[in-house]
Structures are given as C-alpha cells and as structure tokens.
C-alpha cells in the first residue's frame, strides 16, 4: 500500500499528471498493489471558482482517462485512488478508481466544509451514498477529508458496510494544534470502522493556505502503523493486514485474496516541535508562493527591526541566500542601531544587501505639498514601499511584506507604505511569537554550530516605527504581550467583548483595542496574502464587512 | 399595507431600530394595518461573518423585543414583520411577525444563497418548513429573498397550504438587467400561490454592494399593483385584496376579517433607463461607503482622461461639489490638453482644484536609486499615489480610485501606484461604458440646461496612462472596442476559450487576453472595494486562486 504525500500545483493539470504517473512507477517499484493520492491530486488544491469553469473540469476528466491508460502500461495490476475534478454536470470533489487502463468507479465527496477558508458548497455538488470496492479480495471504502470529520453521514453507513480497509484522500491546510485533532480523529474511525485507514494529506503552499502532509496509517485497532514527516513530499509504502470480503461492494476490481508478506518499514518520521511546526509552514508556504508564481528571488526591506529580521531568515531558509536581496531604507529618524542590526543580519545571512537613503525624497515629498503629523511619517513609509516597488519592477524581485498579525489586527502599518508586497511571510503571527520563533531559529543555529542569524540587539530592543524622533510602539499601543493576548480571543477564538473581560482584560482596554480592530478592516483587504497558521487568519477566514457600526461591549 | 423600502446601514442595531420605528409611525399615520421591512432591516445586509459573533446576534434579539414594545406604543393594532438575526443556538436569517407588543411568531429563511457575492450557507442555518400567520382573518405566507428563486421547497408547499397573501422581504443586490427578472419571478410567484405577493427589497451601498430597492406589489394574477423607485428609500402604501380563511395557519394573530374601504393611491414609480440606473447606482454606492463610513470628502488625481472624469462627476452626484477635491499632478510626459482639461472638468462641476508637480519627486526617486523602463513609468503612478495618500492623511478625505473594469482585468495599472484608494467607483464599469455614462451624463446636463460636466475632449480622445512619451494604451492592449466584448464573455459570462473564438475573436488574441486577465489576479487581490453593477463583479462574485497555472484554450 503506497501513500503518496505530494505538492500538485493549482491548475497545472499536464504538470500533476506527471507527478502521478511518477508516483504510480515509484510504488510500482516498491512492490505496493494500491497507491493512494491527496484529494484533487490532479487539479491541485483549493481550484476555488476554477472548479465553476467547465473547461477545466474537461481537462481534469481528460486527464484522469489519460492517466488511466499511461499508468497500465506502468503497472496493470495496481489500484490507484486518484483525486480530481468531475463535472455531472455539476462540478464535483472526487476520486477514481483505476486499474488495468481502466476506471472502475468514483466516489464523490458528500460532506462539502463550508466554513473557516473553504467554500465547497459554493463549488461543488455534493455526492450521496458510499463506495466500497473490492480489490485484492478487500472491500475498500473511501471517503474524502472532510466526509470524516462529520459524525453522521458518511461515517457511521460506511461503518455499517463493514469495509475490509477505508482509504481516505485529503487537502487539509495546516494550523496549530491540527495534527493532534488529526491523528485521534484518525483512530477513533478505524475503531468506528473496524478496519485499517490510510489517510493521506497533500503538502505545499496555496496562496495563504499551506498543507503539512502529516500522512498517517492506522490497523483496525486504531493503532498508528505509519506517519510520515510534516511538510515534505514524500511516497511511503505500508504493509496492511486487511480482512477479506467483509462487505458486499459496488464494484469488483479484483475479487482474488492476495497473501504478500510483510516487507515494508514502516515510517514514523519524529514530530516537529510546536516552533519547528510553525517555521516549517512560513518557510514551504513562502517558498511555493514564489516559485509556484514563477519568482526567482525575494526583496525586503530591512528596518533593523525584529519583524523584517525574522522574515529575511524564513525568505533564506525556503529559498536560499542568493535569492533574498535585503534592503536597508533610513530616513533622519532611523537610529544608529537600526542601521547597525540591518547590516549585522544581512552579514549573518550572507545575503544582498544595499542602503537607499530616504531623506531626499522624503524632502521632494514634502516641497511638493504641505504634510505634517501622521501625514508626513505615513511619507517616510510609502517612500520605502515605493522604492522597493521600484526595485521589484527593475530587477523582478517578489516583495516581501513584513507586517505581523498583532499590527495587521490593529491597522499599525501604511497603506501602500510597509504594507507593500506580493506575499506577507508573517502575517498569521502575533508580536509575542515573533520574537518566540527569533529566539527559537537563532537557537537552532547555535544548536548547529551555525552563525546565529537574528541580532540579540533586534529582539531585545524596544519595538518602534521610527516614523518620529523617540517614537515607540508603546506610545500608540498596548504592551504586546497584553495586547496579544486579548487579540487571542478576540480574533483568533472569535469571542466577544464580555469574554475578554471575564479573562481580565480592563474595560477601557477592551473597548480601545476592539475599535482598532474593527476600524482596520479595509486596511486588511488590501494587505497581501500570506501563510494561515492560526485557527482563524486575517482573510477567507474572517470575512467581516468594512462598513459597520457594530461595537462589542 | 405599508411596504418600507429602507436603508439600514450593516451593525447599527441602534440606529436602525429608530429607522423602523420611524416606519411604523409612518405606517399607522398612512392607516396601514401591516408594515413589511425588508430582509435583516434590523442588522443591515450583508452582515457576513459578524453573523457569527454571539453577541450581535443577541443584540439583534434584544432589538426586536425593544420594538415589539415600542411599537405598540405608536400602533398595537398594525402587524409589523421584520428581517433580524436570530440565534437558535446557530446564527438564522428570520423575520419576526410583531403585534400588540408580543411577538406572534417567526420564520427562519430556508434556502440560503451561497453563489456569486453571497455566503449565507457559511453563516447560517437554514429553516424548515413553511410558515402562516393569520391576521385580520388573511392567512398570510412568509418567504424570504432567495425562498421565491428556488422552484422546489418553499415555492410549492407554501402554494399547496393555499396562503391569502405572501409577504416576501428581501436584500437582493442591484445588478443590470436583474429588475426585469425581479419582475418577472414575482409576477409568477403570485400566480402560483394565487395570492397577492408584495415583494420588498432594501436600497443602500454596502461595500461592494448597492441594493436597488425597486419594491413590487402585485395582485393574485400576478399584475402590478405598485411598484416603487429605484435607488431611492420610500414607504409606500397598497390597498390589498386579499381572500380571508384560505389555510390553516400555523399562529392566529387576529382572526377577525377587516372590511376597508381603497384609499391609498398606488405609487408606479417611473423606470429608469439602463444608464440611468447605472448611474444611480454608482452614485449611491460610493455616496453610502463615504457616508456610513464616517468620511466627509473625496480626493482623486484628475488626469484628463475619462476615467477621473468620470468618477469626479459620479462624487459630485453623489456628495455634493464641497465634498469633492481634485488633484492634477502632472509629469514631464502629461500633455498641455490633460492639464487643460483636468481644469475644465473641475471648473464645470466646480469643485476645489490644485495642480502639484511631481517631476521633483519623481527625479528625486530616480537620483536614490536606478529604475528605468516600465519601473520608471510606475514611479511617477506611485508619487501619484502616494501625494493622495498624504493629501487623504493630511485632509481626512476618501481617496478615490479611477480605474475601470477593462483596465482592472487585464492589470493595466500600477499596484500603489493609481490603484490607491478607499474607494473605486468605476471598477465593474467596462472602458466601453465608460465612454457611454460620460455622454448619457453630459447630455442628462444638457437636456436640464445645465453645464456639460465632461469635456468633450476627455471623451474623444485616445486614451493614454502618459507614463512615457506619445505613450497609448492600444501601444500595450487591443482596441477598447473588442477587448471588451472579449472580457464580457470570459469574465461576466464565465465563458471559456471556445466559446469565446467561436463568438469570432482571433485564438492570438484570446491567448493573450486570457493571459493577462488570469496574472493580473493578485492586483485585483489588493485593489480598494467598488459598486457591483454587472452579473460577475471582480471580488466576493469571481474568487479565482493566484496562484494557479491553469491556462484555458
């Protein structure tokens, strides 16, 4: 049984394919009989509104027929569980059954998420019933990622059916904690099941989601028999004890029992600590961004700052020194220091690095009209953002936005100023982690006998814009850690104002940081995509108006 | 019976509580016995996901108990049925029959819309059932907007308890053409449930979304009995014939037929042009983004052109010309006309003018660093940008962006460059129909005496960015003319590849077209929120993944 955890890329049919019929050689000659793929392997995932454009559904269900054929002349006897697209006429989230050159079913996902960063029933036509198959002599079930996650339904009738194994494909995006939900979800429904499960998760970045892969197989008892790693790509081979002729199935493939023995290791790659977890997410999501998009390189500005300094080191750890290209930016008001930790991390990374003095402009800007105030520091940033615009323009660089969440939930950034960019690594992270994951990366560096990249200076030191002389973050905001906190529940727990005073926030408090909040929405909308890691990330996950009235207390 | 064709701004519970005891006191001078508020009167439309925020929708309970009190007060005798959220435990899209201060009873919307700009399966829970109330012996049916589209459900089971009048709120959002389907729809509706229907919309801009009102009474036979303005509030006030004792209601309110004499002149409210309509749909969705959001004017570069033109007129249309600030600011490569007729088009809708040069601080970004070619041209849009920017920071106004339709498709703008904005009016506006509104709306000026607001020039002139010297736009893009036509299919009509060549444009053409309309998605991503008039507005209606290599042909 091969478990292919694979990163297909959104709408590149010809390119999926490909990656497919390697799988299918790559199983082939590990000696597995079945091969099973991610959800809508072939189309890649989420296809969002694609999937309501009927030509792509052709080209998917085209693909399936091509891979039939091609996959035969690879291997005739084995099973693939393919994920695509289907259209009756309605698209649909499916799977086909291949074998021998042909297809010999589809079972079509019936419980479609509608909530958090999907919209499934906005896409597709739900399935209904459920499909078992019989292969090998074994009854197999399928049910597709979120069929599983639903008590009634799909679960308990494909339990009653008695399946001899249950296989399921999946296109779940990463966030914290999820792993866990994961894997005792995962056990209890091969109890439920009474059956092996083998649930395979695809990996790689989609605009703001990333999937962690995190495959995992489980015997009838629910006991874990294989895991693969988080976040990489990765073909793994099990063996299955699976009983026979449990059910009575929709189709038979192959009605004869096979005996193999056991010859597989099995694979139970170590957990990520929490911090690696969340790295390996900034660093694959950034990555497949730009190189799904067809970027070579990066550019950022480096302020000096714990944000830009944390966001150059994801930008080298997913795409490698010589493609990040740092950019240090000072105006008057820039602190000797600042200047200093730029240079010292641009060193420590051994990246590019340039210094474009701001004040001229800055100065033009200012001749040009009368800004005082908010006005003119709000210049300072679109000086910085345009320039950097500029070098992307010149030299074709992704722009990075360094922005975090805790400023992002505020609306503590310039439109158009340090709000430029096509991708915002850090956007999903609060200030408090930001400087937890700083610590964590440069002790790992330490760990490994390598140059710390992240200047002590940088994380210890007051966080501050530099728009004005002395200017802190403090002067405008709550303490971060406070701040955090508060916004924890507000945003990332969805609870209202009378929750967040029971957990002994100030009223005032309260009231101040929710307008902020509230009042940033359309500040938000036009802020770049960038890496979901929380339970609930500032974008499809959130989908507040911008014009309201309604204040919390 | 009093229809309310009201404009609820989204959140403001308080506020619009007043609003509806503003309609019931309206209602009972004007001798109504029943008032109809449109769908969620009480919370405005759409609420999105503040539906999922416990204590909203609690607040929304809470309002209507208030009312239900209030309102007998003013008239215990009338039936008022109002849109609010429920909570049951989840969030619910419900009307409220009030009378006497008590609430009779309610019924929850069953069929929920989760296309185009709608999510309401992500935020609510559907009903079931259908719903009769008698009043003054009349057994009156419930449906809710999307309940009366659907021809299974709710259509024929209410039609088979035999209702004696249906009473059907809505916030159905304005889109070209949609009035005569409206029309259409409700006409047969009545005749199936062979019942007078009243159909009552509400009017107002939400962000992207302007709602029509364009409220429908019409008789057992499906004929017209009223129908009230576009684009405008109004409470109007129709005689209803209606059969008493016809079901078997699920509440008696008030068993008692009534016997009135006709007295209330039915209002046939003249239809506007298609034009027209755009217009006034344009006009009341920036003026509500502006207003609701608390702005008290609008800034925008004037070029020359059309677009800026265009938008400048539609802000005086819709604010006032206090309220409107125009800002040249031309380059070494804007023309003597474009002053010349930035000049006039501010001078003939008087409205405050001022000319900034940015040639200083164009040479001051090209003096900090090397940006030649397409990264030069984009400077000068982004000191553009950025000097609205400052302008907006410095005065308090909304920024406004120009850009139209065929520009935002095809990604023939520069990102923070004249992509700024809070607002962009003209953004679901083809090039094409640009040129059409301007003429309607100088001749509209003509016809009433009145100056001409665009120059004739502005109209008839090759359209040109001026980014670079005798630059054109048909130097980078096809001909407005057949690029549109081309868009129409592929964007507002999903049609793909084949269909559009079959439609008669070139395969080149098409291949190229798509190209740029599929690359340009993450500008569109970033780009400030604008009125929907068309079938498939970019935004909430069109959510297609950046990254994606999906090519159609």
Redesign the interface.
Known sequence: MASAQINP?????A?NSRMVLECVAAASKAGADVLLLPEMALT?Y?????A?????ARASIDAVSTIAKESASIDAAMLIVLGYLDQNPKPQNAVALIHGGVIHGKYVKRHLP??GVF?E??NYEPGDGTFIARFAGVDIGVAICEDIWQESGVVPELAARKPGLVLVPNASPYERFKDDRRLALVEKRARQFAAPLVYVNQVG???DLVFDGDSIVVDAKGNVCARAAQFESTLFVTDIEAVTETSSPDVVIDGAAKVQSAKAVPILAPRLSDEEEIWSALVLGLR??VV??GFRSVALGLSGGIDSALVATIAVDALGKGAVFGVSLPSKYSSQHSLDDARTLAGNLGIDYRV???E??V???L?????????EE??QA??R???L???S??EGHLILATGNKSELAVGYST??GDA?G?FAPIKDIFKVDVWRLAKWRNAQARGAGAIEPIPVNSIEKEPSAELRPGQKDSDSLPDYRLLDQLLDIYVEK?G???EIIKAGFDQSLVDRVIAMVDKAE?KR?????GTKVSAIAFGKD???????????R
Chains 1, 2 share one sequence.
Do not use: H
């Open positions: 890329v959104v709408g590149d049919i390119g890649g989420p296809v969002e509104d694609l309501l454009r009927p030509a792509f509608n909530y919209d029933f906005r970045g989609q605009d497949d961004y799904k998009n474009i003095e701001i001229p402009v100065q033009s800007f001749a040009a009209t009368t800004l005082t105030g908010i006005a709000n210049v679109r000086v953002g345009s320039l615009m500029g070098l323009n010149q439109l158009y430029v096509g969805n209202d104002a009378a359309y909308r036009q802020y770049p995509p959130r989908r507040l108006p911008m014009t309201s009235r309604w204040k919390e």
